[in-house]
């Protein structure tokens, strides 16, 4: 990657001394390039060139912080290789036009992180032509809009001569809505961009030289401490500004802002300050809190993405979801919209896609949703478009109980729908129709390699259909025995590969039976398997429907030498009785713990709590659910046994592995 001819360099800068040797001056030219390099080095936002004809020439420092590829790589056209394969194509396509005709370039698509996760961004291109009116370059930004709260620029080191500073200056402050600023040490604005005057209430140039004070005389003591610091070499970010609007004093108005201090060979000679205006966030805040959060019916807002952006307690009351767990999903995908008849929603009737309407919104009076817990909802709802700004739009969708009558229509089909899963259960178990994936359990600190075999059932048009749409209805209806036996049956003969361990997870049906225990026996001596290489399952909550069988059902299998997992561990209520009471080799810590580990402190404390304990009782630790490097390096650190999660490997047919 190039990294020559962007923005000069700190060695190439001067400064003029006062005559009595004093605190360096600010000259014009200097001031350019200081106030560029500052912005580069102070706002969290991604900035590239590429040559006239599109090929990616330069990515800045938070570029390749986000991608993890190093400065040294030559992106070209390789670019794409960032961007999510559902975007790649619009992108490549808008890209190609824009270096066509030379238009700006406007796009929101996903990029990849470092560690594999996508986040949506806005970019924006404009050309920079010479003389002659030839495209030179062309200089972008990239804002990250995942979460639409972090608006400010990231701009990081480079290399440019003077004239071409001011212009990648004058394209950021056109592009982005950031209000910029830099000050000398006696705290006297030095430059500041159209934006952040116009919020200070008067022209730019009624705004050079004069003291911050004095511009703004009622958050000066709020501020002058931060300047104080800043100057002392200290960087403040995100202090929450709040003041009379200039242009409408009954309307307050609130910026987010950050205070960097400005170097010129390793001396401070200013503040540089970056605000984000951050009222209608604010505003919508307070409306949610004194409105919606006090409203009897189920609300929720989705953004002009269809991901959920607001949930109000009567909401998560009848969904049976948190907003923290719904937070960032799409509704349509996690709550399964469906009619009160069974069937799935049409389409154009979803509220999902009432976020691009521009005009009316639709009420439907027959409708329902799958809950959290599985259960069917029966709810009456309406939606309309919702815009937050001049450009984002929404859809803000009002929900409510319908009749009891209509919940009793719900419970009747149901049932019809899994006796209908009855007939498709035996007929698969008839036809053989029923495989088994695997998914490595990866050691951490050591130990045997081991695979948890999950179950999948074979539909007639070859669809790969998962348990939990066909296991509550064969529990039901007395069909889960016949389909724990044939789970045994496999395992014993995949174990007997000696491959490693193998873990099998069993129903809490078929643990009271009393022919079981004989079963898996005969079955470890036919197939000639090493008991101690098959390890079974046991979720908490089967044990707790009979403590005194599940007891004795451990007992039984730690006698034939197999191991014992008790699966979903924390989330019973008598977890400290089992291990003293029970033969278990394992603990599997459940998927609700450890996929919010790093964002959330509680369960990180729920972790250590349960290592703590398997090694007070000399027991082995699984994680599941390990979705991103950043939980495996958290799980390694506390000591945690094993892990399983797409991050590792996702489940596949056992012939693949």
Known sequence: MRTDGLLMTPSSLTATAQPDGGARQLDGAVLDRQYAEMIVESIPHIVWTTSPDGATTYFNRQGTDYTGCPRETNYEWNWVTLVHPDDAERALRAWQHATMTGEDFSLEYRIRRFDGVFRWHCFRASPVRDAAGEIELWIGTATDVEDQKQLELALRRADREVTETVTLLQSIEVATPVGFKLVDRDLRVVRINQMLADLEGCAVEECIGRPVAEL???????????YRRVLAGEAVSNVDVSRPSAADPQRMRHWLASYYPVRIDGEIVGVGNVVVDITERKEAEEFRAVVMDNMAEGLYTLDADGLLTYLNPAAESMLGWTERELRGKSMHATVHFQRADGNKVP????????????????????????????????????????????????????????????????????????????????????????????????????????????????????????????????????????????????????????????????????????????????????????????VFEITETALMQDITAGEAFARGLAALGCGVALDDFGTGFGSFTYLQKLPISHLKI????????????????????????????????????????????????????????????????????
């Open 347 to 534: 389409a154009e009737e979803c509220p999902l896609l009432q976020v691009r309407t521009q005009g009316r919104g639709i009420r439907i009076l027959d409708d329902a949703f799958t809950r959290k817990d599985g259960s069917i909802f029966p709810v009456a709802y309406s939606s309309a478009p919702l815009r937050s700004g001049p450009t984002s739009q929404g859809v803000v969708v009002v929900f409510r109980d319908i009749t009891e009558e209509k919940k009793e229509q719900a419970a009747t089909r149901r049932e019809l729908d899994a006796l209908t899963w009855v007939g498709r259960i035996r007929d698969a178990l008839d036809e053989d129709r029923f495989v088994l994936y695997s998914q490595p359990i990866v050691p951490l600190a050591g130990g045997r390699p081991s695979e948890e075999l999950l179950l999948r059932m074979i539909g007639r048009d070859n669809e790969v259909i998962l348990p939990g749409s066909f296991l509550p209805a064969a529990e039901k209806y007395g069909l889960i025995g016949e389909i724990d036996r044939w789970v045994i049956t496999q395992a014993t003969r995949h174990a007997a590969t000696g491959r490693g361990v193998i873990e099998a997870n069993l129903s809490a049906a078929s643990i009271g039976t009393s022919d079981l225990l004989p079963f898996i026996d005969q079955q470890i001596r036919e197939a000639h398997a090493n008991p101690a290489d098959l």
């Open 216 to 226: 703004v005389p009622d958050l000066w003591p709020q501020l002058e401490n931060v």
């Open 590 to 657: 459940d998927i609700e713990f450890v996929r919010d580990l790093v964002t959330h402190p509680d369960n990180l404390h729920v972790v250590k709590a349960i290592v703590s304990l398997a090694r007070a009782f000399g027991l082995q630790t699984i994680a599941e659910g390990v979705e991103d490097e950043q939980i495996l390096t958290v799980l390694r650190a506390e000591g945690v046994d094993f892990a399983q999660g797409f991050h590792l490997d996702r489940p596949g047919p056992i012939s693949d592995y």
